[in-house]
């Protein structure tokens, strides 16, 4: 199974842009990225994902390589609420499970 | 959409008793689901991979016959500890793959998790 590489942890003030890097040098091409959050306590919730293109929703933007080796999840505004630890996984496709590697706790200062 | 529950939210059992968590898609159907336990400061570890209608697939190092895992309908699962023992102590959280209905399709949506306490 294909697998992620994160900065164990990040911190970021309030009201700033927050950049999550994730590398997948591993990865196929039919592998999905996608990314999840996961506050104390709680199942992870689901963010973004991408295939090639880079993809926006409400919550993020994910930015991903031309080479695919790498990606960054981007949080246009950091508020204390996205206090979290963020998960990098690529679906494989087929057996679509999930390897959770270790993840990025984001601190967000006010 | 896409909303996943399990219940219980947490469980105290005694060491040697048998324990049943459900997993159930609300708002769409799921063929797969897919059960992970974690313990504190730890990352998810996949346990199973649950297909409707057929046997569970588990990890390697996950006992089949202690993890009991019943997927019956297109919405629900089961996972059952059996004969419990403090070890088996860990939150364990079951996601669902969406096939058909609300949610971004072959994206799992994970539940709120189950705390089991072990004594």
């Known amino acids: 199974d294909a697998k992620t590489t994160q900065p164990n942890s990040m911190e970021s003030n309030e009201e700033e842009p927050v950049h999550l890097p994730c590398n997948h040098s591993?990865?196929?091409?039919?592998?999905?990225i996608h990314w999840y959050r996961q506050l104390p306590s709680q199942g992870p919730e689901y963010v973004i994902h991408g295939l090639t293109s880079n993809v926006n929703n409400r919550m993020a933007s994910l930015a991903i390589a031309e080479d695919r080796k790498s990606s960054t999840l981007i949080l246009h505004r950091a508020t204390l609420r996205d206090a979290a630890v963020y998960y990098c996984?690529?679906?494989?496709?087929?057996?679509?499970?999930?390897?959770f590697g270790t993840g990025t706790r984001l601190k967000v200062l006010a | 959409g896409a909303v996943v529950s399990q219940h219980p939210s947490w469980v105290i059992c005694k060491s040697g008793t048998s324990v049943k968590i459900e997993c159930r898609s609300l708002d769409f159907q799921a063929t797969t689901m897919f059960w992970y336990r974690q313990f504190p400061k730890q990352s998810l570890m996949l346990m199973a991979t649950?297909?409707?209608?057929?046997?569970?697939?588990?990890e390697q190092g996950v006992e089949k016959d202690k993890f009991l895992i019943n997927h019956a309908s297109l919405t629900l699962s089961t996972l059952t500890v059996t004969s419990a023992h403090p070890e088996d102590s860990s939150f364990y959280i079951c996601?669902?793959?969406?096939?058909?209905?609300?949610?971004?399709?072959?994206?799992?949506?994970f539940g709120p998790g189950t705390r089991l306490t072990v004594l």
């Open positions: 996984i690529l679906a494989t496709s087929g057996t679509y499970k999930y390897i």
């Open positions: 649950s297909n409707e209608g057929s046997k569970a697939t588990y």
């Open positions: 996601s669902a793959r969406v096939t058909a209905g609300g949610g971004a399709t072959d994206t799992q949506y």
């Open positions: 591993t990865i196929s091409g039919t592998d999905y």
